[in-house]
């Protein structure tokens, strides 16, 4: 695949099978210098431009893997006697040599252009490597950012034994945001029932022998009602990544504290009727929320390093860009898909511009 994507960003066209087999036996014959930062492999999966990184690349690090693929490659297509007329002038005609060189400037100077705004955008947690392990870095601590859930069961007494209630909307029913006193800020509330997912999947937290506990589900599910209330987070000292010298991320999120909301929300849904128990509730340990934030901080002046501008622009670089939630100062308590999309494509836009 690799060869292909190489060699039809040279000729624009598929390589011939033969150049494939050469092209595999060359890497393992001399392997190349280790791919450092860049997963090739998803790039292309991703469509990325490779005739622009690698001039791109080539411009700041003049032996980088990408170039030495693009030159293995050159050597194979250029012993091929089909490829002769690429390579060689077999006539003088100056004119044409004239004509094709400045076009080839002009697309050379696009694809700088093109290459030289690299836009990072491979997940909060893996842009954060990307950035630390392109500076080498296994000392700074940059901030992490962890969505914080915890679940409430709730038992409607009445509804014990009736039936699966089938036409309900099996995701979230209800949604509603709390915006109370000593919380770090709005608070998010979603309520599911118990209809959406498979027993089995809960089937073995009842308290009962296994029979009982299909039994439970059967009689028990239907009156069940799950509340669902996420926190935001922002930075603080004890919450931080950062890159091991053997290239693992090391991520350290203290336990979140308990919040007093629980119980307020157990005494609301008493009142509807709901029983529960704070004994009951569940926190999400840290790690586990898949909604991550943080570590590139967004600012309006950024100052120091590993900060981004208001555009994302990674702070003293000149054409690296951030655009997911990397860059995000908080993590808001509802879910931030939109947002982070909306972010990427202000930003997008504002890199589109600076291209002209
Ligand atoms: C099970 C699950 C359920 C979720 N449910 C919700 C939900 O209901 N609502 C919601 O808002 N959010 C939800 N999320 C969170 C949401 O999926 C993420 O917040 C969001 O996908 C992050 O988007 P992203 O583009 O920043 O990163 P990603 O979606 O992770 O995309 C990053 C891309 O970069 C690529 N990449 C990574 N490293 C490299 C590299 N070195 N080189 C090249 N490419 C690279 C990856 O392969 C990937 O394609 C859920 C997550 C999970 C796991």
């Not at 491979?122 to 915890?150: E, F, Y």
């Not at 203290?254 to 005494?267: D, I, N, R, T």
């Not at 898909?337 to 600076?354: E, K, L, Q």
């Amino acid at each position: 695949m690799e060869a292909n994507h190489i060699h039809r960003a040279l000729f624009g066209h598929d390589a011939p099978e033969e150049v494939h087999r050469q092209y595999a036996s060359a890497l393992e014959a001399a392997p190349l210098a280790d791919w450092p930062r860049i997963n090739l492999e998803r790039l292309i999966e991703l469509g990325a431009d490779l005739e622009a990184l690698e001039l791109a690349l080539r411009r700041s690090r003049r032996r980088n893997a990408l170039t030495q693929r693009f030159q293995v490659l050159c050597y194979l297509a250029e012993v091929r006697p089909d490829n002769f007329g690429r390579f060689v002038n077999g006539r003088c005609r100056w004119p044409a040599g004239w004509l094709i060189l400045s076009l080839h400037l002009l697309r050379s100077l696009y694809k700088l252009g093109k290459g030289r705004r690299l836009i990072l955008a491979a997940g909060a947690l893996n842009t954060a490597k990307i950035v630390l392990r392109s500076n080498d870095d296994h000392v700074t601590t940059l901030p992490l950012l962890d969505s914080n859930r915890s679940s409430i069961p709730l038992v409607d007494p009445w509804s014990i034994g009736a039936a699966l209630a089938r036409s309900v909307y099996s995701a979230a029913m209800l949604r509603a945001v709390y915006a109370g006193e000593k919380l770090p800020g709005p608070v998010h509330m979603a309520v599911y029932a118990g209809n959406g997912t498979l027993c089995s999947d809960y089937l073995f937290d009842f308290p009962l022998s296994a029979r009982g506990n299909i039994a439970a589900a059967k009689y028990l599910t239907p009156a069940l009602l799950l509340v669902q209330l996420s926190y935001p987070d922002a930075p603080t000292p004890t919450n931080h990544l950062r890159l091991l010298p053997d290239d693992r991320l090391e991520l350290r999120y203290a336990s979140k504290p308990a919040s007093p909301l629980e119980s307020h929300v157990l005494g609301l849904f008493r009142e509807l009727g709901y029983l529960g128990a704070l004994g009951l509730c569940r926190c999400l340990t840290p790690g586990n929320s898949c909604r991550y934030a943080g570590a590139l901080l967004m600012t309006a002046t950024p100052v120091r390093r590993y900060q981004t501008d208001r555009h994302g622009l990674l702070s003293g670089t000149h054409d690296v860009y951030v655009a997911d939630a990397a860059n995000f100062t908080v993590l808001p308590s509802t879910s931030h898909s939109f947002t982070m999309m909306a972010n990427a494509m202000r930003i997008a836009d504002h890199v589109g511009r600076t291209l002209g």
